[in-house]
């Protein structure tokens, strides 16, 4: 699906109401202690039933930019059921207060585009002294983490499809610290700031015009995402 399971907010009713979901962003400007409230990025993580696929151990902060990043966070909205034998999130608790060192192995299975994972030697520590929290959500429902905090998703063995819509969102004073473009953001509520050029908000869902501003947000973000690599698109 690569760029087209991005920034569906861009083109989509659907993603767009559910970025501003009131409760949502209550919750998001609740955990960030902050009303000024920006969407960076949204994108759909689906895993079909028996598929292979999974998310190795990693942090949204590596390759991302954001600082600073306990002003960032992943929102993971259930669109179906979302558990333990479908590959539901699985979080270490109280693992986001350092950026781990990341390797990438990159694999057919692996959906991380770069294949990132935390190696054994700082994961095991982790998980020995701090243990895993199994996010199983209803549709529906969300859970919050913190841009820095530790987490993967395993296969979907299950006999139906896995499908979640993840949010990211920040602060408005966040900033891009990597960035060799000025990229784009969605102002959800409250101040834009001056760090991010806004998106416009789409008149008429999938027509053109909606479609080549998600082509220009995606086009940047890849630009800074990717930098350094011989990968250049997502999965």
């Known amino acids: 699906m690569g760029d087209n399971r991005f920034r569906l907010h861009l083109v989509g009713e659907w993603a767009r109401n559910l970025v501003n979901n009131p409760i949502l962003v209550e919750a998001v400007k609740e955990a960030l202690n902050d009303d000024n409230i920006l969407c960076w990025s949204t994108d759909i993580n689906m895993k079909l039933k028996g598929s292979p696929?999974?998310?190795?151990?990693?942090?949204?902060?590596?390759?991302?930019?954001?600082?600073?990043?306990?002003?960032?966070?992943?929102?993971?909205?259930?669109?179906?059921?979302?558990?333990?034998?479908?590959?539901?999130?699985?979080?270490?608790?109280?693992?986001?207060?350092?950026?781990?060192?990341?390797?990438?192995?990159?694999?057919?299975?692996?959906?991380?585009?770069?294949?990132?994972?935390?190696?054994?030697?700082?994961?095991d520590p982790l998980l020995e002294c701090n243990g895993l929290c199994e996010a199983e959500l209803q549709p529906g429902q969300a859970s919050l983490h913190q841009w820095k905090c530790v987490h993967s998703s395993g296969p979907n063995t299950s006999d139906y499809d896995r499908i979640g819509f993840a949010i990211r969102y920040m602060s408005s004073d966040v900033q891009n610290i990597k960035a060799v473009c000025k990229e784009r953001a969605t102002l959800v509520c409250g101040d834009p700031g001056k760090n991010w050029e806004i998106e416009p908000k789409f008149s008429v869902e999938y027509d053109n015009k909606a479609w080549?501003?998600?082509?220009?947000?995606?086009?940047?973000?890849?630009?800074?995402y990717f930098q350094n690599s011989d990968v250049k698109h997502f999965k």
């Open 53 to 123: 696929g999974f998310y190795s151990w990693h942090q949204d902060s590596t390759y991302s930019g954001l600082e600073p990043s306990d002003k960032v966070l992943t929102a993971w909205v259930a669109i179906s059921s979302s558990k333990k034998e479908s590959g539901c999130l699985r979080f270490i608790p109280e693992s986001q207060h350092k950026q781990l060192p990341h390797e990438e192995l990159p694999s057919e299975a692996n959906l991380l585009s770069l294949g990132q994972v935390i190696p054994k030697s700082k994961l």
């Open 212 to 224: 080549e501003d998600h082509r220009l947000s995606m086009e940047l973000e890849r630009k800074n």
